[in-house]
């Protein structure tokens, strides 16, 4: 039996969800320079926050939250109105099974409907399978900035990516 996957504006409902996902990568803390673990409260206050272009969606495999992804604008500065940084997380168990290209692709559809023309990702540089999946979506490294985060006793170099809608 196919399973049913879509991807929808998140909730109030999918915040402990999207918290859930989110606490693993804090836990691994090999994908965000995020520290506190997370709760539903605490995406609701991300969201609380998001200016009209700001956009949380989470994707589904029969009606389960499996992953989620974010446009966050770039800055609050409108000379950077154009730009905004893309993310997407999934639950571990679904890594590698092509949801992470599905979630991406639909950020940069909306993206584009957003208006937005300079897309960003933050990876760190140690993870090369997030650097590898973002190049075959079309980013491009620009640069990397060194000893930007401190995690884990140790300092972190973060790759900053774009993606140019034309």
Known sequence: ??????????????????????????????????????????????????????????????????????????SDREGYRFACETAVYLTSSKIGKGYGTMMKKYLIKVCRQLDYKHLIAKIFATNETSILYNEKLGYTIVGTQKNIGFKNDKWVDVVIMQYLIE
């Open 1 to 74: 039996m196919e399973k049913k996957v879509e991807i929808k504006e998140a909730t109030v409902n999918d915040y402990q969800s999207v918290a859930d996902i989110y606490n693993e990568f804090i836990r691994l803390g090999n994908a965000t320079m995020e520290e506190s673990i997370k709760t539903a409260d605490s995406i609701a206050g991300w969201v609380s926050k998001f200016h009209n272009r700001e956009k949380l969606y989470v994707l589904q495999e029969d009606g389960i939250n499996i992953g989620w992804g974010i446009i966050k604008r770039y």
